[in-house]
């Protein structure tokens, strides 16, 4: 059974830090291009960051600079730094695993930043 279980959401203050984890079952991890989304109320869904299985790294405009990704296929987990948060940043954050048969998305995490 595929599964992906974020975590580490929480409420924290503009200017914190917050890591955001992804932990992968039922597939190959190591294969999937990985991903983080977030999606704010009202608002589509928006793309964060992409790590592909090689390891190479892009992000979306709002979160260069502050977020990094990164991934240990050792522990089949996906990663989210995220620093400098702003109130903007609030929204429920998704990981999704990407192959060119499947794609998988995870429950999501609450991330709050507020004063």
């Known amino acids: 059974q595929v599964q992906l279980v974020e975590s580490g959401g929480g409420l924290v203050q503009p200017g914190e830090s917050l890591r955001l984890s992804c932990v992968a079952s039922?597939?190959?991890?190591?294969?999937?291009?990985m991903m983080w989304y977030r999606q704010a109320p009202g608002k589509e869904r928006e793309f964060v960051a992409h790590?592909?299985?090689?390891?190479?790294?892009n992000y979306g405009d709002s979160v260069k600079g502050r977020f990094t990704v990164s991934r240990d296929n050792t522990k089949n987990t996906l990663y989210l730094q995220m620093n400098s948060l702003k109130p903007e940043d609030t929204a429920v954050y998704f990981c999704k695993a990407l192959n060119s048969l499947s794609v998988y998305w995870g429950q999501g995490t609450q991330v709050t930043v507020s004063s």
């Open positions: 039922g597939f190959r991890f190591s294969t999937y291009s």
């Open positions: 790590i592909s299985f090689g390891g190479s790294t």
